[in-house]
């Protein structure tokens, strides 16, 4: 699998756009329940945990660093063509993709200009405990698919990125079941627009973290985390033992929005000691 296939799997984890002017997810189908988040994110879902019963989603919304993208839902290609952006179901693996913010939203009928800096976090809770996260905007409706959805309000962005780490964290990147759950988390950290992500982040690229873990954080960090970013995957370039997860930086390079990652990708191509990591850091040099 190659570098961009790669991240667009990981990318696939997210359905993250622009929140504008909403309190609350539009979410239809579902067994809605409202209250104020009192005793914190963290102690108020190992509440829903411990009692849990039946499969159910706990949602709120975060500060987001996506801007000029809405996300759209579809079963299929055809369906996409046909009606647009349509209702996201929570259950269901949809099509999903971005559309600049330019694009004409034919399901709404609306044409979004600019980003919005907040974005729903949904994690789903069976088994007692976290098997699935997924972020949204409000371009599509959210389809709960009958299931029980507790709705925090007054959720802090440092919050939300200390409970998502901890998924993160003891999430195994080679478990099916738990790699779901850890990837969507990874992203949903990525794109949470406050300080305590860029630290977060910055952790998940040290040397002792799982090297699948090192190569996605690569990817997020060059296409979310703006100049911090930019000065772990600097480190990382230099001092990741592992020859592919560096090749992942190069990629994550080419992604970044600064203007000196272009100078990071023209060290890796001549200095780089592994002869595939300088190849593919020409190959995205030639594609940026």
């Not at 913010?101 to 044409?111: H, P, Y």
């Not at 703006?226 to 020859?243: E, H, I, N, R, Y």
């Not at 890796?268 to 190959?283: I, L, S």
Request: hydrophobic content about 45%.
């Amino acid at each position: 699998m190659t570098p961009i296939h790669r991240a667009l799997a990981i990318a696939a984890l997210a359905l993250a756009v622009p929140f504008a002017a909403h309190s609350q997810a539009k979410i239809v189908n579902a067994k809605l329940e409202t209250r104020a988040a009192v005793a914190g994110l963290e102690a108020e879902m190992r509440t829903l945990l411990a009692a849990q019963e039946e499969p159910a989603w706990l949602g709120y919304l975060s500060s987001s660093t996506m801007s000029g993208h809405k996300a759209c839902c579809w079963a299929s290609a055809a369906a996409h063509e046909r009606y647009g952006c349509g209702r996201c179901s929570l259950e269901l693996e949809q099509g999903w993709g971005f559309e600049g913010s330019n694009s004409e939203n034919s399901g709404s009928g609306t044409i979004r200009l600019e980003g919005s800096p907040e974005m729903i976090v949904l994690l789903r809770l069976a088994g007692h405990r976290v098997n699935k996260v997924r972020t949204f905007g409000p371009d599509c409706e959210i389809d709960a698919d009958g299931l029980r959805v507790v709705w925090l309000t007054g959720v802090k962005p440092a919050e939300s990125v200390a409970v998502l780490e901890k998924l993160v964290s003891t999430g195994d990147f080679d478990d099916g079941d738990e790699r779901h759950a850890a990837q969507g988390a990874l992203a949903a950290i990525a794109m949470t627009a406050d300080p305590a992500a860029d630290r977060t982040m910055e952790s998940f690229a040290l040397p002792d973290r799982q090297e699948k873990l090192r190569s996605q954080a690569a990817f997020w960090l060059g296409s979310e985390r703006g100049a911090a970013g930019l000065k772990t995957l600097q480190v990382m370039a230099k001092t990741d033992p592992s020859a592919h997860v560096r090749e992942q930086v190069t990629f994550a390079f080419s992604v970044s929005h600064e203007p000196e990652a272009v100078e990071d990708l023209i060290r890796m191509a001549k200095e780089d000691p592994a002869d595939h990591v300088r190849g593919q850091a020409m190959f995205w040099l030639a594609q940026k």
